[in-house]
């Protein structure tokens, strides 16, 4: 499984972006895929999620009303808007996919996700 992002970018404060990461090596459409961030000296946590066959969407609430994730199964793509940018929001953003099939588990902890792809730098300036 390869998992390649994309979309970064320096943003002002008050900016959008859409991130995008295109999948291969599985059939897109039966697993969850998730992002999370990381700002430098801090741990990796949890942004957004969505379950397999657009089932549902998780948010962290730091980011609800403001980030949407979305997936393209056709193009094997996740993609995630986001709007009304905080400098709190710069990070290395990642997307991760699960190793199970029909993931049901915990969206919000990055040890169920078990591949990631390369992560993509966001910068909001104050």
């Known amino acids: 499984v390869q998992l390649q992002a994309s979309g970064g970018g320096l943003v002002q404060a008050g900016g959008s972006l859409t991130l995008s990461c295109i999948a291969s090596g599985r059939t897109f459409s039966d697993y969850a895929m998730g992002w999370f961030r990381q700002a430098p000296g801090k741990e990796r946590e949890f942004v957004a999620s969505i379950s397999w066959s657009n089932g549902f969407t998780y948010y962290a609430n730091s980011v609800k009303d403001r980030f949407t994730i979305s997936r393209d199964d056709a193009k094997s793509t996740v993609n995630l808007q986001m709007n009304s940018l905080k400098p709190e929001d710069t990070g290395v953003y990642y997307c991760?996919?699960?190793?199970?099939?029909?993931?049901?588990?915990?969206?919000?902890?990055?040890?169920?996700?078990?591949?990631w792809g390369q992560g993509t730098q966001v910068t909001v300036s104050s």
């Open positions: 991760a996919t699960p190793a199970g099939q029909y993931y049901r588990g915990s969206y919000y902890d990055p040890r169920e996700y078990a591949y």
